[in-house]
Antibody
């Protein structure tokens, strides 16, 4: 069974750093891209960027370029989303998602990680 | 502001059909047959309902169907049921960002 297991909820202060994770299982982790989706409270889905764990090729949505860092460690089948200096506006639910690069098909989603910055 | 435009809300009575339209540009919806639709219930992760414009994943009811004409994609839900009440998002592949989402439509079943 394909699963994307995300790390737990976080409460941080403005200016702090944070790295959340998404561990894939039940499939060949290096065969699919992993993307990240932001959902601010009461708002819609926003695509942040995507990484290919096999070679760490990373593409960022223009809105998020320079704001976050996406990385992966294929040895532990895990992708990461990182902030160096959090802002209150980073408060949101973050989902990881499995996708092929040239596709809009996200067939598996993580359960979400709630990040609260206050 | 989302790249893809959807209505903020739609509604229908049980048993009726509704259609949600998603308008993009030739750089996303109109340029590729890679449009997906997602259903999201409150507090849950999104669920894939339609991919590649008109294909249904295994397990998704055939009451859900998708189509595309030019820069506009559409999701039709026939035989509305109470459980269909949710937010719906369209998405499209885009070479500039690899994916774009629409702002989301709240479907109310009256």
């Amino acid at each position: 069974e394909v699963q994307l297991e995300q790390s737990g909820a976080e409460v941080k202060k403005p200016g702090e750093s944070l790295k959340i994770s998404c561990k894939g299982s039940g499939y060949i982790f290096t065969s699919y891209w992993i993307g990240w989706v932001r959902q601010m409270p009461g708002k819609g889905l926003e695509w942040m960027g995507i990484i290919y764990p096999a070679d760490s090729d990373t593409r960022y949505s223009p809105s998020f370029q320079g704001q976050v860092t996406i990385s992966a460690d294929k040895s532990i089948s895990t992708a990461f989303l990182q902030w160096n200096s959090l802002k209150a506006s980073d408060t949101a639910m973050y989902y990881c998602a499995r996708k092929r690069l040239i596709s809009a098909r996200i067939d598996y989603w993580g359960q979400g990680t709630l990040v609260t910055v206050s | 502001q989302s790249a893809l435009t959807l209505p903020a809300s739609v509604s229908g009575s049980p048993g009726q059909s509704i259609t949600i339209s998603c308008t993009g540009t030739s750089s996303d919806v109109g340029g590729y047959n890679y449009v997906s639709w997602y259903q999201q219930h409150p507090g849950k992760a999104p669920k894939l309902m339609i991919y590649d414009v008109s294909h249904r994943p295994l397990g998704v009811s055939n009451r859900f169907s998708g189509s595309k004409s030019g820069n506009t994609a559409s999701l039709t839900i026939s035989g509305l049921q109470a459980e269909d009440e949710a937010h719906y998002y369209c998405s499209s592949y885009s070479a500039s960002s690899t994916l774009e989402f629409g702002g989301g439509t709240k479907l109310t079943v009256l």
